[in-house]
């Protein structure tokens, strides 16, 4: 009996700093968070080279593999040395080719044997890179100088093209006096939304199935209005004329007019524009177009490390509006508006 005793206080000796509590954002040194990295760079990621892992794979039409979607886990490193883990969903089995949107997730708060499947963690919705098109888009309306740089402000916001829902994971996380609407046309994206991505419905976010174009015009003739319209509607796989985003639905003139009457005189509406042959000349046409059925635009199409451009328009001149840039660069840090794609 003493020496099963000694056993199991030997036991518990070495498994209690395994169910140690760690946070995401704590420097992540030590002895015991560099054995949980071995365990899962070995046990979980198999020693992948790339470091990646692919958890699942989604596919609405079993018979269509061009609607499959990948769920992709990737181990990335901070500039500290510290370390994470991003999940990709792509069009594409591997990374090679891009990713349709990026999520950092949260480490277990017990972190051992039990717990380094990846696809168990739960994803970081307080995140959001800030070189993805949704960080973009969003950094944009307090660069802009549209909305005051506090979490207080009331309104509605829209989401043209949902992806993952993490963009109003992210944005219902932190305002929480905004009501928020995505519209997205494939059913299956509320799915990913909701089983790889953390997104859940409340009394002040929700998802709606339907196209993008008719609900906008639809909310048009209804009269109503929204604060931020924020598009971004994208192919998953490369169409004939190369424009991944938006999709055709969303760059007709019926629909600019719709939209602009939704915008209304006070609201702002923020485009993410990918061209896989883009020039400043076609980006530049594209603005025309819309700015016949707003007040004013302003585009974004000079932007280091991303080939992707963003165009805001409004019905009031958003060019005379005065920001302090650091200001908003210290507002969007404490957003945690923070690098993932470049370090994992």
């Known amino acids: 009996m003493k020496l099963l005793l000694q056993v199991s206080l030997f036991a518990f000796a070495i498994l209690l700093p395994l169910v140690l509590l760690f946070k995401l954002f704590y420097p992540d040194t030590g002895v015991l968070n560099d054995e949980f990295l071995k365990l899962v760079q070995e046990q979980h990621f198999k020693n992948e080279p790339f470091k990646s892992l692919r958890s699942a794979i989604e596919c609405p039409d079993p018979t269509d593999k061009s609607t499959c979607l990948y769920i992709i886990d990737r181990i990335g490193y901070h500039t500290n040395g510290s370390w994470f883990v991003a999940r990709f969903i792509t069009a594409e089995p591997s990374l ?63 989401f043209i093209g949902v992806a993952t829902g993490g963009f ?21 994206s509320e799915q990913l939304a ?85 020039t400043p000349e076609k980006y530049k046409a594209f603005q025309d177009s819309v700015l016949e059925h707003f007040g004013h635009c302003k585009l974004l199409d000079k932007l280091e490390m991303v080939r992707n451009a963003f165009l805001l328009c409004a019905n009031y001149d958003i060019l005379t509006n005065t920001v302090d840039q650091d200001e908003v660069q210290d507002f969007l840090t404490e957003l945690r508006l923070e690098n993932i794609l470049v370090s994992a």
């Not at 219902?172 to 059913?187: M, S």
């Not at 004939?240 to 509406?269: Q, Y």
Request: one cysteine or more; a negative charge; glycine letters at 8%.
């Open 194 to 278: 909701k089983k790889w991505f953390g997104y859940t419905d409340n009394n002040r976010s929700k998802i709606v199935v339907e196209d993008g174009a008719k609900y906008i015009k639809a909310m048009a003739k209804r009269g109503e209005t929204s604060d931020a319209v924020l598009i971004d509607a994208c192919y998953n796989h490369e169409p004939d004329h190369g424009v991944f985003c938006p999709v055709d639905a969303l760059k007709t003139p019926e629909f600019f007019e719709n939209l602009s009457k939704v915008v209304g005189p006070r609201g702002i509406t923020a485009f993410n524009l990918f061209d896989v042959n883009g």
């Open 96 to 158: 090679d080719r891009g990713t349709l949107s990026i999520s950092k997730l949260l480490k277990p708060n017990v972190q051992s044997q039990s717990t380094i499947d990846t696809a168990k963690w739960q994803v970081d919705v307080s995140t959001l890179d800030p070189l993805i098109p949704n960080g973009m888009q969003f950094a944009s309306l307090f660069n802009s100088g549209h909305f005051p740089l506090n979490t207080n402000f009331t309104g509605q916001f829209h």
């Open 168 to 188: 109003m994971s992210y944005v219902a996380h932190y305002f929480k006096n905004l009501n928020l609407t995505g519209v997205d046309i494939d059913p299956h």
